[in-house]
């Protein structure tokens, strides 16, 4: 079980909003920024927001992100087909560990 | 282009050691710190260890602490983790990544994975 939590899936028809929340603690998400990483079938894991919501160049604005205390979110706007992917929120712990979210499985209807 | 390409990936028996490189090219590879990130078959994304860019920053996952070692060796470009005492559990693609942050999960970019298999 992860120390950040995400739902295991998510779903909206193409051209809705879609969001997926990562839930974390005062240790991780609390007090470092947060990452999130798409993962398209069959390839490695990309780099989709980093910082809490900054977007590395190439990546599409329909992707945002956003952190709250100890949560953060990730909203894809506009949902396309090739948006199908698993979603992966990450951040730090002050325990010297890294941590990633359980992942996120998204389909588009 | 930056790119990082793994390799060193097979079929372990249990308690057996295996040596992970991951060559990389298209950027100083002496200023950024690395990292090593694997998937179990069907199963989602697990830290394993962390490397600054002079190798005087080291971490571990607790899973792995004891038996794996992360390396470097900036003159050749290259990362390495060493696996000794695999498990069953170990089995996973293991990717390396390049750090854009020490101790943030910042990475970009990601290799393409090896594959570890560890059974008898």
């Known amino acids: 079980q992860s120390v950040l939590t995400q739902p295991p899936s998510a779903s909206g028809t193409p051209g809705q909003r879609v969001t997926i929340s990562c839930s974390g603690s005062?240790?991780?998400?609390?007090?470092?920024?947060v990452n999130w990483y798409q993962q398209l079938p069959g390839t490695a894991p990309k780099l989709l927001i980093y910082?809490?919501?900054q977007r590395p160049s190439g990546v599409p604005d329909r992707f945002s992100g956003s952190k709250s205390g100890t949560s953060a979110s990730l909203a894809i706007s506009g949902l396309q087909s090739e948006d199908e992917a698993d979603y992966y929120c990450?951040?730090?712990?002050?325990?010297?560990?890294?941590?990633f979210g359980g992942g996120t499985k998204l389909t588009v209807l | 282009e930056v790119q990082l390409v793994e390799s060193g990936g097979g079929l372990v028996k249990p308690g057996g050691s295996l040596r992970l490189s991951c060559a990389a090219s298209?950027?100083?590879?002496?200023?950024?710190?690395m990292n090593w990130v694997r998937q179990a078959p069907g199963k989602g994304l697990e830290w394993v260890s962390s490397?600054?860019?002079?190798?005087?920053?080291?971490y571990y996952a607790d899973s792995v602490k004891g038996r794996f070692t992360i390396s470097r060796d900036n003159a050749k470009n290259s990362l390495y983790l060493q696996m000794n005492s695999l498990r069953a559990e170990d089995t996973a693609v293991y990717y390396c990544?390049?750090?854009?942050?020490?101790?943030?999960?910042?990475?970009?970019?990601w290799g393409q994975g090896t594959l570890v298999t560890v059974s008898s």
């Open positions: 490397i600054s860019s002079s190798s005087s920053y080291i």
């Open positions: 005062s240790s991780n998400i609390g007090s470092n920024t």
């Open positions: 910082s809490n919501n």
């Open positions: 298209g950027f100083t590879f002496s200023s950024y710190s």
């Open positions: 990450a951040a730090w712990d002050d325990s010297l560990n890294g941590l």
């Open positions: 990544a390049r750090d854009i942050v020490l101790m943030s999960v910042w990475f970009d970019p």
